[in-house]
């Protein structure tokens, strides 16, 4: 199993980016996903999930901001981050199972 995120950077608040996670080693489509985040000093935080219907979950504090999604013909795994805020500065990885890739920085500036 391999992840690679990607799409992470330096933005305002309010700013928005799009996450990417390339998946292989397994049957994509067939595994529910989602993402994590590490915020300097503190534990891996759940904020969002996908099944493999496509049914969606989010953390509160990112409902209605954050947008998931996946590509299951291009084994590719989404994360569409709007209105950010400084409070989501943090290590960003997606996650299949127990296994995560090696994540990708994201960080708002205030």
């Known amino acids: 199993v391999q992840l690679v995120e990607s799409g992470g950077g330096l933005v305002q608040a309010g700013g928005s980016l799009r996450l990417s996670c390339a998946a292989s080693g397994f049957t994509f489509s067939t595994y529910a996903l989602s993402w994590v985040r590490q915020a300097p000093g503190k534990g891996l935080e759940w904020i969002s999930g996908?099944?493999?219907?496509?049914?969606?979950s989010y953390k509160d504090s990112v409902k209605g901001r954050f947008i998931i999604s996946r590509d299951n013909a291009k084994n590719t795994l989404y994360l569409q981050m709007n209105s950010l805020k400084p409070g989501d500065t943090a290590v960003y990885y997606c996650?299949?199972?127990?296994?995560r890739g090696q994540g990708t920085q994201v960080t708002v500036s205030s």
């Open positions: 996908i099944a493999s219907d496509g049914s969606t």
């Open positions: 996650r299949v199972g127990a296994t």
